[in-house]
Nanobody
Framework: VQLVESGGGLVQAGGSSTLSCVAS????????MDWYRQAPGGQRELVAT???????DYSDSVKGRFTISRDYYKKNIDLQMNRLEPGDTAVYYC???????????????RGPGTQVTVSS
């Protein structure tokens, strides 16, 4: 299983950035795909979730600013981040709660993460 994040980097406050995560080795069609983040010294926070049924949900801290999207053909999820704030600075992780081909049970998988730094 591989979850490979890209995007992020240094962004000015008020700016935008898009994170992408490409998944392989999982059955993407019914996977629950999430973006988490962890700030220095902080706890991991669920930012956005996209279950396989088309619903999306967001943490209150990013609602209205971030948008999660999903491409079933490319097996990737994106996180469009607008009106970024210094408080959004964190390592962002792609998560999948998914089955592997030939397996019945779902397990949690996580990418290595990508740094987003928002300067004031």
């Amino acid at each position: 299983v591989q979850l490979v994040e890209s995007g992020g980097g240094l962004v000015q406050a008020g700016g935008s950035s898009t994170l992408s995560c490409v998944a392989s080795g999982i059955i993407f069609s019914d996977a629950v795909m999430d973006w988490y983040r962890q700030a220095p010294g902080g706890q991991r926070e669920l930012v956005a979730t996209y279950p396989g049924d088309g619903r999306t949900d967001y943490s209150d801290s990013v609602k209205g600013r971030f948008t999660i999207s999903r491409d079933y053909y490319k097996k990737n999820i994106d996180l469009q981040m607008n009106r970024l704030e210094p408080g959004d600075t964190a390592v962002y992780y792609c998560h999948a709660y998914a089955r592997r081909p030939g397996r019945y049970n779902k397990n949690y998988h996580r990418g290595p993460g990508t740094q987003v730094t928002v300067s004031s």
